[in-house]
């Protein structure tokens, strides 16, 4: 559990942000890169088709500010000469890596043949990463599934194919396809892919405690990490691997921190989106951050209810002032849990009604428009 590289680029510590459509934009990056701890962030998967007719919105994707270097930008799509063009602009604008989505299990991505649509078509896989290795000089990467059903599981091929092919770092996403996110990621099938390949092999699924993941990890031998849904509960959790990775006792914040993360969050959508869009995004994170705090569901049922800055703005401090009074937030380290039911890349995390706000025409979920 060291850092490693990919090519030339320290991915120290070595700990990723995972990707999450409508989630880790460009302001949650940020978030979570200032709480420290972050080796690597990743942009939501992007597409291709959208990307190469010009699409505003998938371009907007792939913006990012110097301080989260290193930068992956990653793309999806069935057609080779569409993610070799992709992969071309990724590089224009600066990206450090270009990662190829090769897990997303949505059925309109896996119709069009990309996502984890490619695990059932290795010739049209080894074609598009030929394709982007000859257009693009920064390194290559691939985030994968364990295989398309638990009857072809396939990813230890898929890594050695893409190892061949010049890819420079395999990420791995412990569960089928057709698991979406039921049951449990598979890290046994995981370090299988990390003994099968020379390139670096990172871990993924269901890390949101700091014991468990330095369990997985250990077992598992991969490189790195890369953590999603738990850095949504718990923004501290790279930092707090960090921690203990160095011999330090995790970081502890105290419920004053918490609640300034949610508002520093807040300031940061309202700068950067439309307010409708700004609001969506706070609730969506505000309701992730609560969960497992003493009147979490209370207040997240409050909130899904607001409808104005103020409102949220107000709800907060009369959340936290409540629960600091009644003394019971424990020692301030947070322990994710891992009970959010999804079954695609959508940001299907959030409540029905968020969602009806994410999809603003002007901003949009990102399937819904750039399908
Ligand atoms: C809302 C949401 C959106 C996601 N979007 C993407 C994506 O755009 N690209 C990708 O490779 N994986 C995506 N994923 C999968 C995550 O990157 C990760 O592989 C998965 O959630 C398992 O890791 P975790 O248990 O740490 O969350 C998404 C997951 C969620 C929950």
Redesign the pocket.
């Known amino acids: 559990m060291v850092p490693f590289k990919i090519r030339n680029i320290d991915i120290n510590p070595p700990l990723i942000l ?7 934009d460009f302001t949650f990056r940020r978030l979570i890169k200032r709480r420290g701890g972050v080796g690597l962030v ?1 942009s ?2 992007i597409s291709v088709e959208g990307l190469t007719r010009n699409n505003p919105k998938s371009k907007r994707q792939m913006r990012f500010d110097e301080s989260e270097r290193p930068y992956a930008v ?1 793309i ?1 799509g069935g057609q080779p000469e569409r993610m070799a063009m992709g992969a071309e602009m990724a590089e224009e604008i600066g990206a450090d890596i270009l ?1 190829v ?1 090769c ?2 299990p949505a059925p309109k991505v896996v119709k069009n043949g990309g996502g984890s649509g490619l695990l059932r078509d290795l010739p049209r896989l080894e074609t598009i990463l030929k394709e982007i290795k000859k257009s693009i000089s920064i390194p290559l990467t691939l ?1 994968v599934r364990t295989g398309y059903t638990d009857s072809t599981i396939n990813v230890v091929d898929v890594a050695k194919m893409a190892e061949q092919c010049g890819v420079e770092h395999i ?1 791995v ?1 412990g ?1 089928t396809r057709d698991q979406g ?1 039921k049951g449990l ?1 598979n890290w046994e099938i995981i370090r299988q892919v990390k003994e099968a390949v020379s390139v670096p092999v990172s871990g ?5 405690s700091i014991e468990s993941g330095m369990k997985r990890w250990r077992e598992s031998g991969t490189n790195g990490i ?6 949504m509960q718990n923004p501290w959790i790279f930092r707090q691997f960090e921690d203990v990775l160095a011999g330090r006792e995790p970081y502890r914040p105290d419920l004053e921190e918490k609640k300034s993360v949610l508002l520093e969050f807040f300031e940061m959508c309202l700068d950067e989106m439309p307010e409708i869009v700004a609001l969506g995004k706070m609730k969506q994170l505000a309701g992730q951050f609560t969960k497992g705090l003493p009147g979490g569901a209370q207040f997240r049922q409050t909130l899904y209810h607001s409808h104005s800055v103020q409102e949220i703005l107000d709800n907060i401090t009369t959340y936290f002032g409540s629960i600091s009074l009644e003394g019971n937030f424990g020692d301030g380290l947070v322990e994710a849990d ?1 009970d ?1 039911e ?1 079954t ?6 959030l409540p029905l009604e968020n969602r009806s706000s994410m999809t603003a025409e002007h901003w949009g979920s ?1 399937l819904e428009t750039s399908l």
């Not at 995972?18 to 880790?24: I, L, N, R």
């Not at 993924?204 to 949101?208: A, E, I, P, R, Y």
């Not at 695609?344 to 995390?349: G, H, I, K, R």
């Open positions: 995972s990707p999450m459509a409508g989630v880790t990743v939501e998967f990653q999806f990662d989505n897990g997303c985030k990420q996403h569960r996110y990621a993924n699924g269901d890390v949101v890369l953590i999603g849904r738990g850095a891992a959010i999804i695609s890349c959508e940001p299907s995390v990102p």
